[in-house]
């Protein structure tokens, strides 16, 4: 978040900024705190404002970002999944998508797709940066709708979907350089984009070893390694599972050790404490709906422990990106 605001000041700064981030002291926005991402200003005549409004879990502390790009952003509506600090967003009128950074203000439009629109069609997107300095060159987004996952390459006309016809698709995310998708029937698909077409090049029968849950189930990277979390019913509560990929099974993790998880149905992030002290080992930070109330707030579980630690109660917001707030990583590309 620092950078992101350095970079803002003027264009000297912005280039310091851009000297650091290439040098080999700088961490990557992928193991760097996600800010919880809350809805924007709006004026005295309840329009759009030109700020969005974010919660730094480290700094226990508010953001106010200003940005004229900020008015465009609230003219939308929905934020519909998040990736690598880059949101995936419909009109208001729900006959557009873009991809924008509320960070650098750099937005991209993209084509209409009429099962995106659906309501909970799409909350997931794993988004492939092929420059992470410069995503405008080349990028591909792959996103989660039903029954089928879609994807866009930066410079298509339209997107095209992917995986098998018979499966139904619940879960998307990035690891390795691949896109993993997790079926309902426990199948866990493994696909390379860097061609011109999508090449499956895994596709692993996981079930048995874990019982999927329509909601409360979230697929994310983690130090290396592809876990699911599963949110106990009646929580609040966690199941952490890493895939074996030897085994071919899901293996229960007793101890997160120096890890944070942040999930969101919008996006997940892992985050470790010999970085970053300030976030605690072995905790779970999410949002939304956990067996106990229904509201927009965030809480803190403790894994090793097996109890809620924090409850923060307060953020009780009517939000303009969706139901509850969301994690997102600051990106200043």
Same mark, same amino acid.
């Given at each position: 978040?620092?950078?992101?605001?350095?970079?803002?000041?003027?264009?000297?700064?912005?280039?310091?900024?851009?000297?650091?981030?290439?040098?080999?002291?700088?961490?990557?926005?992928?193991?760097?705190?996600?800010?919880?991402?809350? *809805?924007?200003?709006?004026? %005295?005549?309840?329009? =759009?404002? /030109?700020?969005?409004? !974010?919660?730094?879990?480290?700094?226990? #502390?508010?953001?106010?970002?200003?940005?004229?790009?900020?008015?465009?952003?609230?003219?939308?509506?929905?934020?519909?999944?998040?990736?690598?600090?880059?949101?995936?967003?419909?009109?208001? *009128?729900?006959?557009?998508? %873009?991809?924008?950074? =509320?960070? /650098?203000?750099?937005? !991209?439009?993209?084509?209409?797709?009429? #099962?995106?629109?659906?309501?909970?069609?799409?909350?997931?997107?794993?988004?492939?940066?092929?420059?992470?300095?410069?995503?405008?060159?080349?990028?591909?987004?792959?996103?989660?709708?039903?029954?089928?996952?879609?994807?866009?390459?930066?410079?298509?006309?339209?997107?095209?979907? !992917?995986?098998?016809?018979?499966?139904?698709?619940?879960?998307?995310?990035?690891?390795?350089?691949?896109?993993?998708?997790?079926?309902?029937?426990?199948?866990?698909?493994?696909?390379?984009?860097?061609?011109?077409?999508?090449?499956?090049?895994?596709?692993?029968?996981?079930?048995?070893?874990?019982?999927?849950?329509?909601?409360?189930?979230?697929?994310?990277?983690?130090?290396?390694?592809?876990?699911?979390?599963?949110?106990?019913?009646?929580?609040?509560?966690?199941?952490?599972?890493?895939?074996?990929?030897?085994?071919?099974?899901?293996?229960?993790?007793?101890?997160?050790?120096?890890?944070?998880?942040?999930?969101?149905?919008?996006?997940?992030?892992?985050?470790?404490?010999?970085?970053?002290?300030?976030?605690?080992?072995?905790?779970?930070?999410?949002?939304?709906?956990?067996?106990?109330?229904?509201?927009?707030?965030?809480?803190?579980?403790?894994?090793?422990?097996?109890?809620?630690?924090?409850?923060?109660?307060?953020?009780?917001?009517?939000?303009?990106?969706?139901?509850?707030?969301?994690?997102?990583?600051?990106?200043?590309?």
């Amino acid at each position: 978040m620092d950078i992101v605001r350095f970079k803002a000041v003027c264009c000297s700064w912005n280039i310091a900024a851009q000297s650091y981030i290439a040098s080999p002291f700088y961490i990557p926005p992928c193991c760097s705190p996600p800010l919880l991402m809350l *809805n924007g200003q709006k004026d %005295c005549d309840d329009h =759009p404002g /030109s700020a969005l409004q !974010f919660f730094s879990v480290t700094e226990n #502390r508010y953001y106010k970002m200003k940005n004229s790009i900020f008015e465009e952003i609230q003219g939308y509506y929905r934020c519909l999944a998040s990736s690598q600090g880059w949101l995936m967003v419909s009109g208001r *009128n729900s006959d557009s998508f %873009c991809l924008l950074n =509320p960070f /650098s203000g750099v937005k !991209f439009q993209l084509p209409y797709h009429r #099962r995106l629109i659906r309501s909970g069609a799409c909350q997931q997107i794993a988004l492939i940066l092929f420059d992470q300095c410069s995503p405008s060159k080349s990028f591909c987004i792959a996103a989660l709708c039903f029954p089928r996952p879609v994807f866009y390459m930066h410079g298509d006309v339209r997107w095209t979907e !992917f995986g098998e016809k018979h499966r139904k698709y619940c879960r998307i995310t990035c690891h390795n350089g691949l896109v993993y998708a997790l079926t309902y029937t426990d199948t866990l698909e493994a696909w390379n984009f860097r061609n011109d077409f999508p090449e499956k090049v895994s596709d692993l029968n996981v079930s048995g070893t874990v019982k999927l849950r329509c909601f409360g189930t979230y697929l994310m990277e983690s130090m290396g390694e592809l876990l699911l979390v599963s949110r106990i019913r009646g929580g609040p509560g966690f199941a952490v599972y890493k895939m074996d990929f030897g085994r071919k099974r899901w293996v229960l993790v007793e101890n997160l050790g120096d890890r944070a998880l942040f999930l969101s149905e919008q996006e997940c992030v892992s985050i470790s404490s010999r970085n970053f002290s300030e976030v605690g080992e072995n905790l779970i930070y999410y949002t939304g709906y956990d067996g106990i109330d229904w509201d927009g707030i965030f809480r803190v579980y403790n894994y090793k422990e097996k109890k809620l630690v924090v409850n923060i109660d307060e953020i009780r917001i009517s939000l303009d990106f969706g139901e509850f707030p969301f994690w997102v990583v600051p990106n200043p590309f």
